[in-house]
């Protein structure tokens, strides 16, 4: 589980243009978007790629935007609950020997880069 590998769930064309990383939306929500690149693709009739908008992965949080309610809220839009005791159940079996499994260990250190990556991203982009 990687950041920048979370497949896009938004996109936007150019008549938008490229979209705010965090906004308030009219239902007193606020829209969370990372990973927000160009779109490629061919217009009808055209041979050409060009970019044809933006895409984005985007989460939508009821609650103030705090770099720590985002952050739950980005991770249980990825992982839920039970998947997520799953990996640190799995590592601690490992762990104390219960069920050795070094598949286990990587999946959970792939889990905790996972969480540091977005500390940085949300404490880089919420501070600006």
Same mark, same amino acid.
């Given at each position: 589980?990687?950041?920048?590998?979370?497949?896009?769930?938004? $996109?936007? @064309?150019? !008549? $938008?243009?490229? +979209?705010? %990383?965090?906004?308030?939306?009219?239902?007193?929500? #606020?829209? =969370?978007?990372?990973? &927000?690149?160009?779109?490629?693709? &061919? +217009?009808?009739?055209?041979?050409?790629? /060009?970019?044809?908008?933006? *895409?984005? =992965?985007?989460?939508?949080? #009821?609650?103030?935007?705090?770099?720590?309610?985002?952050?739950?809220? &980005?991770?249980?839009? %990825?992982?839920?609950?039970?998947?997520? #005791? @799953?990996?640190?159940?799995? $590592?601690?079996? $490992?762990?104390?020997? %219960? !069920? !050795?499994?070094?598949?286990? !260990? /990587?999946? =959970? *250190?792939? =889990?905790?880069? #996972? /969480?540091? @990556?977005?500390?940085?991203?949300?404490?880089? /982009?919420?501070?600006?």
């Amino acid at each position: 589980m990687k950041l920048n590998s979370i497949e896009a769930n938004a $996109h936007y @064309d150019m !008549v $938008h243009g490229k +979209p705010a %990383v965090l906004e308030k939306d009219n239902d007193g929500s #606020f829209v =969370y978007r990372m990973n &927000i690149e160009p779109e490629m693709g &061919i +217009p009808d009739g055209g041979q050409e790629e /060009t970019q044809i908008g933006w *895409k984005c =992965y985007e989460v939508r949080a #009821f609650n103030q935007p705090t770099k720590e309610n985002l952050k739950r809220t &980005i991770i249980r839009s %990825v992982i839920d609950e039970t998947a997520e #005791f @799953d990996l640190v159940n799995s $590592h601690n079996k $490992h762990v104390l020997g %219960v !069920v !050795v499994s070094e598949a286990a !260990v /990587t999946e =959970y *250190k792939e =889990y905790l880069q #996972f /969480t540091e @990556d977005l500390d940085a991203l949300l404490k880089e /982009t919420l501070s600006n």
